[in-house]
Each structure stands twice: as C-alpha cells, then as structure tokens.
C-alpha cells in the first residue's frame, strides 16, 4: 500500500516562501511521474506541477516562474519550492502519482495572508 505524507505548509506573508516536501513509502518515485495539486477554499482540486520521470518539470499557468518542483530519488521524496507567494496560493496541497493516483494524503496547508 503506498502512502503520501506531505509536510512544510504553514502561514506566509505575501511575497514569502515555502518549501513542501512530500514522503512516498510503498513505491517509487523514480520510475512515476509525480505530480503537486492543490485544493483551495470552496473549489475543486487542481493540478499545478508535475516532473516526469526522466526529471523534466511541468507547469501550470498558475505557478509558472514562482514554483519548483523537484524529487530525491535517493530519499524517495517530492518537493515545491513556493516563492512569491500570493493570497490566491492559499490551499490544501497534495502531492501524488500524475497518472492513476494512490490514496491522498492528508496534504499540507500553505495560508498566505498578511
């Protein structure tokens, strides 16, 4: 059974930074294009990063010069580096496989707010 534990949110003030960091056991990320959603108050959760497995990243408009995402194959984890962050960033962040997902994890909460 694979599990997701993602870590590193928190309250920021505009313009900030955070970095997220997700935990994958049971399989791994090398060999699976991972992907950074994000669920925000009242709507529906969205899709924002992915990296493939050859390493490559993708990203949506939303976040496009502001995110990073990056992995460690060694550690076998995940990771949004979040600058310039703004009030619209506010949401509930999952990390997960891009394709057929695995179970959600409890995901990571990033308030930007002054």
């Known amino acids: 059974q694979v599990q997701l534990v993602e870590s590193g949110g928190g309250l920021v003030q505009p313009g900030g930074s955070l970095r997220l960091s997700c935990t994958v056991s049971g399989s791994l990320v090398y060999n699976n294009t991972m992907s950074w959603y994000r669920r925000a108050p009242g709507k529906q959760r969205e899709w924002i990063a992915l990296?493939?497995?050859?390493?490559?990243?993708k990203y949506a408009d939303s976040v496009k010069g502001r995110f990073t995402i990056s992995r460690d194959v060694s550690k076998n984890m995940v990771y949004l580096q979040m600058n310039s962050l703004k009030p619209e960033d506010t949401a509930v962040y999952y990390c997960?496989?891009?394709?057929?997902?695995?179970?959600w994890g409890q995901g990571t909460l990033v308030t930007v707010s002054s």
């Open positions: 990296v493939l497995n050859g390493g490559i990243p």
């Open positions: 997960n496989r891009h394709s057929t997902s695995w179970p």
